[in-house]
């Protein structure tokens, strides 16, 4: 059974900081495809935060450039997402997925038929 499983969320104040880690079973996290990061505030729709590709290069949604940084520890697996400088606006349930393409999609879109693995999710939030 394959599984990704968020940890690391919690509460902060504005300008802090966190890292939440994703671990996998299988291929789930496997350094050749995309693997993300995504996030789903209340109300709104679920939004791609970071990618990174089968060849290690990452992208980032606009509103975290300079702050987030994506990365993947291949000998775990594990995929992590350090937080800097966190925002009200940060506020979110953060989802981490994978993708059976070497290539993160344009966008980052939250679709099944994009990234058809998906962790549960955990907490952060932003005061």
């Known amino acids: 059974h394959v599984q990704l499983v968020e940890s690391g969320g919690g509460s902060v104040e504005t300008g802090g900081s966190l890292t939440l880690s994703c671990t996998g079973s299988?291929?789930?996290?496997?350094?050749?495809?995309?693997v993300g990061w995504f996030r789903q505030a209340p109300g709104k729709k679920r939004e791609g935060v970071a990618g990174?590709?089968?060849?290690?290069?990452?992208t980032y949604a606009d509103s975290v450039v300079g702050r987030f940084a994506i990365s993947q520890d291949n000998a775990k697996p594990t995929l992590y997402l350090q937080m800097n400088n966190l925002k009200p606006e940060d506020t979110a349930m953060y989802y981490c997925?994978?993708?059976?393409?070497?290539?993160?999609?344009?966008?980052?879109?939250?679709?099944?038929?994009?990234?058809?693995?998906w962790g549960q999710g955990t907490q952060v939030t932003v005061s």
């Open positions: 299988g291929i789930s996290l496997s350094s050749a495809f995309c």
């Open positions: 990174i590709n089968g060849d290690g290069s990452t």
């Open positions: 997925a994978a993708s059976l393409s070497a290539y993160c999609p344009p966008g980052l879109p939250p679709r099944s038929a994009s990234f058809p693995r």
